[in-house]
């Protein structure tokens, strides 16, 4: 099937955001589509790709060009995610984001979603062990696609930035919407990054 001009665009578009993200830690899809579009001199926004045409734009830059380095990386931010799993399970951790479908490169965080109707029970216990946390929030959209802010939970390991998102119990079965695929997130539970590792 041949591709429109139009098309062409957008794939260059995808092509250049998914560099942006993979080179410079962006991981805002937006600002790096916007970037590309300003880099190739693309001034109308209706030519944008989605996120998921940058997901997999990204995912064929990597495998090309980072392939073992970011095979490595990957693998040693979910044994780092497993770890705070382990630590968190009384809390029923998941695992999301970049570290999960395997896109995370050396700038990314681990996002781990935990459930508790009380924030503050989450951060005293992380106090009690000692772990310092800054506080911050998160907009996510929900089940019936508004968007509500959530606390986050912010440390370090390592040189890792790890993020603790706070949600009640009833999102526990219903997953937040993904931003890049408007679909509800994909979340892996402690067993799945188990086998992972």
């Known amino acids: 099937m041949r591709l429109t001009s139009d098309d062409r665009i ?3 578009i995808a092509h250049e955001a998914a560099k942006l993200v993979a080179r410079e830690g962006l991981d805002d899809f937006l600002l790096a589509k916007k970037k590309a579009a300003q880099q190739l001199n693309v001034n109308n926004k209706r030519l944008l790709p989605s996120n998921s045409e940058v ?19 990957v693998l040693e931010y979910r044994k780092i995610a497993y770890k705070t799993m382990q630590m968190l399970a009384e809390f029923k951790p998941l695992l ?14 681990i996002i781990i979603h935990v459930f508790s ?3 503050e029970i989450i951060s005293l216990y992380l106090e009690n062990n000692n772990i310092p946390i800054s506080l911050c929030e998160r907009r996510l959209k929900t089940e019936n ?7 986050a ?11 603790l998102l706070v949600l009640p119990h009833t999102l ?14 994909k979340r892996a539970t402690i067993n799945v990054c188990k086998k992972a590792n």
């Open 10 to 12: 957008r794939k260059n």
């Open 172 to 185: 526990q079965r219903n997953a937040p919407i993904d931003p890049i695929t408007q679909h509800r997130m």
């Open 117 to 119: 109707d009380s924030p």
């Open 55 to 73: 997901e997999v734009a990204l995912i064929e830059y990597q495998s090309l060009f980072h392939s073992e380095e970011q095979q490595q990386t």
């Open 153 to 163: 939970l912010k440390f370090i390991a390592g040189n890792i930035n790890i993020v």
């Open 145 to 151: 696609k508004n968007h509500a802010y959530f606390t």
């Open 96 to 109: 999301v984001g970049s570290v999960l479908s395997g896109t995370a490169n050396e700038s990314s965080e």
